[in-house]
């Protein structure tokens, strides 16, 4: 089967603009998670879904970062009046009770450059 | 919260060393230590993990250990190769949530 999938994989917008990042999980992935990668940099929690469960948003760094999970499956990430500071790699992952032990399975990112 | 810190942030051996990347982690609570590698232009993936109620785990040329009272856990590799350049983080866990490191960048020369 498929693996983790984003799109786009490279997104280039203006700041103050909207971008949308996506992606799809393994299919019967229960969890789905969001890290924000800046250059050089170690991977910085966002977001996770699990199930149905209210989403864990502790890492969201502002209120123009927001996302959604529509029916348990893809989820869209979406920053509002981007700001240069918000250029990155944004990777989503996703995992399953039934694998190994909280294993991770990762996307092979999205990045961002807002000019 | 969680918080984990990893050294060195870039290390560099010569083909056929050993290489060994150091993580200490914070949350004694914590009690699961994977492992990620990083190749460029790609997403992390799995190589390696370890549990609270285990010591030491090996695959092969890698293996990891763990030292649950000074709370830091390592990766060692062997016989590196140039294949095994990419950047490693390591991360710990209470619940289904990670806490990654900032990363080592490891360059095998041959």
């Known amino acids: 089967g498929a693996g983790v999938s984003q799109s786009p994989s490279n997104k280039v917008t203006e700041k103050g603009k909207d971008v949308e990042l996506r992606c799809d999980p393994i299919s019967g992935h229960t969890a789905l998670y969001w890290y924000r990668q800046s250059l050089g940099q170690g991977l910085e929690f966002l977001i996770y879904f699990q199930g149905n469960s209210a989403p864990d948003k502790s890492g969201l760094p502002s209120d123009r970062f927001s996302a959604e999970r529509t029916g348990g499956s893809v989820s869209t990430l979406t920053i509002q009046r981007t700001q240069q500071e918000d250029s990155a790699v944004y990777l989503c992952a996703s995992s399953s009770p039934g694998t190994s032990y909280n294993e991770q399975f990762f996307g092979p990112g999205t990045r961002l450059t807002v000019l | 919260g969680e918080n984990v810190e990893q050294h060195p942030s870039t290390l560099s051996v010569q083909e056929g060393d050993s290489a060994v990347i150091k993580c200490t982690y914070s949350?004694?609570?914590?009690?699961?230590f994977p492992w990620y590698k990083q190749e460029l232009g790609k997403g992390p993936q799995l190589i390696i993990d370890i549990r609270s109620n285990v010591g030491e785990k090996k695959d092969q040329r890698i293996a990891v250990t763990l030292n649950k009272t000074a709370k830091h856990f390592s990766l060692h590799i062997t016989e590196t190769q140039p294949e095994d350049s990419a950047v490693y983080f390591c991360a710990a866990s209470l619940s289904d949530k990670l806490i990654f490191g900032t990363g080592t960048r490891l360059q095998v020369f041959p």
């Open positions: 949350d004694s609570a914590s009690n699961y």
